[in-house]
């Protein structure tokens, strides 16, 4: 969760709560906490890779199985553009799209060799990022240039779209559950692991939020296109800016591998059972990986790289991952215990519908086609 959504996500969310932002956060945070409550009781469930794929088609049926699982990888496709957005607008901003297609490209290239982020390898990307945000903080807070904040209520649909947009950043609690038969005790350790990891990662984002609302206040937060740099070269310490940017380039980088990782095996999956082409469900003779899929989906996150905005990814990957989240509470619901999963199934569709207008309209309009898709193979 801690990864590059820390570093981009707050700008489109202060342009639209404004002073309201930690607000937002905290609604953001009750949603996601609800959906993790409900991911990990199905994890415990169903200790299967696939999550959310595997739950709705066993609890709901497989249209709903099969939702989830699209709406999965065209959310988390737009997750990646966003991540390579990332890295192109705190390493080059004036070239950001052209670096963010580069980095799409060399970390398919690493995929396709079947090299894959160690355990290791991300526990090292984490800590680097949390000092980065630790070194952000202490250099705002010694600095003497924030303001007290005031907090205003906000408008409601302002304050709900804010919410859904940061929504982005907490994601990547449920990952622990796709990963539900590699994990030791599945049924004891998922369910504690989840909500722990996500008390971490909100006190880590308010602090930060507290932060970058202090620095630069809600309107320049709102038009920043680098927050955590701007906000230490606006605390005085331009000599830190270097190294923000290299925190945000590191954090998205592993946020891409991982995304691109995980989309072509959900991809693969969804094309062994005929949900999509058949074609994408092959193996790599001698490096063992999907590469067809990894193929088709480095192609189309550089395509969408390339002509999108990082605001405009973030939009529709929270609606798309929204309903991801919304099936999985509808399916936690049949398990018994229906209060949490109701309230995370309501919180999941109230986000979705006030985030941006565009996001709503080209969201629905893939999800749809994913269903028309879904009917025609049906039929045949």
């Known amino acids: 969760m801690i990864g590059a959504g820390v570093f981009v996500v707050f700008a489109p969310a202060a342009a639209a709560a404004g002073s309201a932002l930690l607000i937002s956060l905290a609604v953001a945070a009750a949603v996601a906490y609800c959906n993790a409550t409900s991911s990990a009781r199905l994890a415990a469930r169903y200790p299967q890779s696939g999550g959310t794929y595997v739950y709705g088609r066993e609890r709901l049926g497989e249209f709903w199985g099969y939702l989830a699982g699209w709406s999965f990888v065209v959310g988390k496709t737009a997750s990646c553009a966003a991540m390579a957005l990332t890295v192109g607008l705190y390493l080059w901003p004036a070239h950001a799209h052209g670096v963010a297609v580069a980095a799409v490209v060399a970390l398919t290239a690493v995929n396709y060799r079947g090299i894959q982020k160690s355990a290791f390898l991300t526990r090292l990307i984490v800590a680097g990022v949390l000092a980065i945000l630790a070194g952000v903080v202490a250099t705002v807070a010694v600095s003497g240039h924030a303001d007290r904040i005031t907090l205003t209520g906000g408008n409601v649909s302002g304050v709900l779209q ?219």
């Open 162 to 380: 804010a919410a859904g947009l940061l929504f982005f950043a907490f994601a990547g609690y449920a990952r622990i559950a796709t990963l539900g038969e590699e994990v030791r005790d599945p049924a004891r350790t998922i369910p504690r692991a989840i909500p722990i990891a996500l008390g971490i990662t909100l006190a880590v984002y308010a602090t930060i939020a507290v932060t970058l609302l202090a620095i630069l206040g809600p309107a320049q937060l709102a038009t920043a296109t680098a927050p955590l740099a701007d906000a230490v070269r606006a605390a005085g310490a331009g000599g830190l800016e270097p190294a923000a940017r290299a925190g945000a380039v590191l954090a998205a980088l592993g946020s891409l591998l991982s995304l691109i990782l995980g989309v072509s095996r959900t991809t693969l999956a969804m094309a062994r059972d005929a949900h999509l082409p058949t074609a994408l469900a092959a193996v790599h003779p001698r490096f063992g990986v999907p590469h067809r899929a990894e193929m088709a989906v480095g192609v189309v996150v550089a395509v969408v790289a390339a002509v999108a905005d990082v605001r405009s990814a973030i939009g529709f990957s929270s609606f798309a991952v929204l309903v991801y989240y919304g099936i999985a509470n509808a399916s936690a619901a049949t398990l018994g215990r229906r209060v949490v999963p109701a309230v995370g199934l309501a919180g999941c569709l109230l986000l979705a519908i006030f985030l941006p207008v565009a996001s709503v309209l080209s969201g629905t309009a893939v999800l749809a086609s994913g269903a028309a898709i879904y009917a025609v193979r049906r039929l045949r």
